[in-house]
């Protein structure tokens, strides 16, 4: 197996902070010095160019930083962030480090210079002829939309940043955008978003960090707001469309939860070689009684039967049987509803008709009560952009009790039973004991059903509904359970077509 020693070797295999923002903080630098400020702008989706105007995003155009300044902001980064998960790939085994390096290779999205540049010798200049020029032929480059809900979120902050910072070098800083609301937190979130917001800019990564003056008393209906809430951290995107003609290839919406890079990665990784319209990861809390975390929101995650997910230990989630099958062996599956935490979108349906949006049941039209997340499900069904899956190898916590229990270290056997190895055997490195227990190290080799696209089958009649109408008081759903019939249009063959390709060449 070969691999080559791009910046994605130094994200996924060694990352000591420093030399990741480094390495992302020199990418900056460099794009800023090789984007051509008069950059053509193609009103056309998917042309994928940043027009010149949005290189001046910020209200009072500031200088460049030199590299010196640069050098400071690194410094000040290294020292704030991350924290909780700052283990997630540093002890990564050699052999997941490779099949990661080689996995996500293609997502990388900065154009390598030519070779004799002072970047190359930065990387000991080993690219691979072919590989450079196959990127250098690229027709357009992908880009991410991430958009993220905060509220109280002083304690995920750094880590959020620090993943998002580190996601972006390898999918090149010019090629994300980040759009954050956040909706009248009583912490210090606000002040920590806006040192994070310097420090974001000083890289030439866009972001815009918003705050409601909206409480949610202004609504009747929780969802109502729970779903304004949303839409808010979709404003910028269709103000880029309107006023810059710029249109994204893929969302990624986060709540506030502890992310590794390469738990992004995999999701988008995944999202595109399937073509989904939604993608999830699995989320976790502590459950109190059993001790132990379990998966956490069923109040949206619908098997592609349409029954509802349990908060449950692992073998209990699914009732569906081929779908638990697939669970228990990290496999993605095919689901009818999800969001856990992270969910990677096409953003066609929100580009072009029908323009969805999340939204609250039309109650007056008898539609039952359900999350504006599971109605977002419904309404990409409907719109023909079905094909929705959840990505079990990708765990997520939302604190770090949890986060430490699903991502255990790896442990080195050979102090414990006699085994002679930190890993799996030589001659079978699947065998590893740590990697059959479900909680297991982070860095679980990939198998090759991992890699397979999944086969989409057309949704089921009637899901399991739970609505919350948030009439009482009630801190959950209030409305007594039904099977909900769903629209004739998502349970024909054409609701899981392909109707948007956003595959990538696979090297
Ligand atoms: C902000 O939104 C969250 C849900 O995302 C909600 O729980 C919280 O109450 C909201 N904050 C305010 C001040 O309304
Ligand atoms: C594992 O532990 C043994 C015994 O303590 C030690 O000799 C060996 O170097 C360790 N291996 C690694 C890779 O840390
Ligand atoms: C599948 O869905 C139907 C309702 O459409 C339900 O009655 C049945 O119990 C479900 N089966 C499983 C295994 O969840
Ligand atoms: C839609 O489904 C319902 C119930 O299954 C059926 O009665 C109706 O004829 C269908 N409509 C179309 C246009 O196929």
């Not at 972001?207 to 409601?212: E, L, N």
């Not at 595109?272 to 949206?300: K, L, Q």
């Not at 890699?451 to 089921?460: D, I, K, R």
């Not at 409305?479 to 909900?484: A, L, R």
Request: net charge negative.
């Amino acid at each position: 197996m070969s691999f080559h020693t791009t910046s994605i070797a130094y994200q996924l295999r060694r990352i000591p902070t420093p030399i990741a923002l480094a390495v992302g903080i020199l990418f900056g630098f460099l794009f800023a010095r090789i984007v051509p400020l008069t950059t053509p702008s193609t009103p056309v989706w998917r042309s994928g160019h940043i027009p010149a105007k949005s290189h001046q995003q910020s209200r009072q155009p500031i200088q460049l930083p030199t590299l010196d300044q640069r050098q400071r902001v690194l410094d000040l980064l290294a020292t704030l962030s991350p924290h909780y998960t700052k283990e997630c790939t540093r002890h990564a085994q050699p052999l997941y480090a490779a099949q990661a390096l080689e996995r996500y290779a293609p997502l990388i999205g900065h154009n390598p210079p030519s070779r004799d540049s002072w970047l190359s010798g930065l990387f000991g200049s080993d690219l691979d002829a072919d590989k450079v020029h196959r990127r250098d032929v690229m027709p357009s480059e992908h880009k991410y939309y991430f958009a993220i809900n905060l509220y109280n979120s002083f304690d995920v902050i750094p880590d959020l940043f620090a993943t998002l910072f580190r996601t972006a070098a390898i999918l090149g800083y010019h090629n994300v955008f980040v759009s954050i609301y956040e909706n009248g937190s009583s912490d210090q979130t606000k002040a920590l978003l806006r040192i994070f917001d310097a420090l974001t800019r000083s890289v030439g990564m866009r972001v815009t960090i918003r705050t409601s003056t909206r409480t949610r008393g202004a609504f009747n209906h929780r969802i109502e707001y729970l779903a304004e809430v949303r839409n808010s951290a979709f404003v910028p995107l269709h103000e880029l469309r309107d006023s810059e003609g710029e249109y994204f290839d893929t969302i990624i919406f986060m709540n506030d939860i502890l992310p590794c890079v390469d738990d992004i990665l995999e999701l988008i990784w995944q999202s595109r070689i399937n073509n989904a319209g939604i993608t999830c990861a699995a989320d976790y809390m502590y459950h109190e009684e059993i001790s132990s975390p379990v998966f956490y929101d069923n109040w949206v995650a619908r098997d592609i039967n349409g029954t509802a997910l349990e908060n449950a230990p692992f073998e209990k989630i699914f009732h569906d049987e081929d779908s638990s099958d697939r669970f228990q062996r990290h496999l993605p599956i095919q689901v009818q509803s999800c969001w856990n935490g992270i969910a990677v979108l096409d953003p066609a349906p929100f580009y072009s008709p029908p323009h969805v949006r999340f939204r609250m049941a039309k109650i007056t039209e008898g539609e039952c009560s359900a999350s504006e997340c599971s109605l977002i499900c419904n309404d990409y069904w409907e719109a023909g952009y079905g094909r929705i899956m959840m990505v079990p190898r990708v765990k997520l916590a939302y604190d770090s009790k949890v986060f430490d229990i699903i991502h255990p270290e790896r442990r080195n056997l050979t102090a414990i039973r006699g085994y002679k190895r930190l890993g799996g055997l030589p001659d079978d490195p699947r065998t590893d004991p740590q990697d059959r227990s479900w909680f297991g190290p982070h860095d679980r080799l990939f198998s090759p059903e991992e890699a397979e696209p999944l086969q989409f089958n057309p949704g089921p009649e009637h899901v399991w509904c739970w609505g919350w109408d948030g009439a009482g008081d009630l801190e959950g759903p209030d409305v007594d359970p039904i099977w909900e019939q769903m629209p004739n249009k998502s349970t024909v063959a054409n609701s899981v077509l392909v109707k948007h390709d956003r595959g990538m060449a696979l090297f």
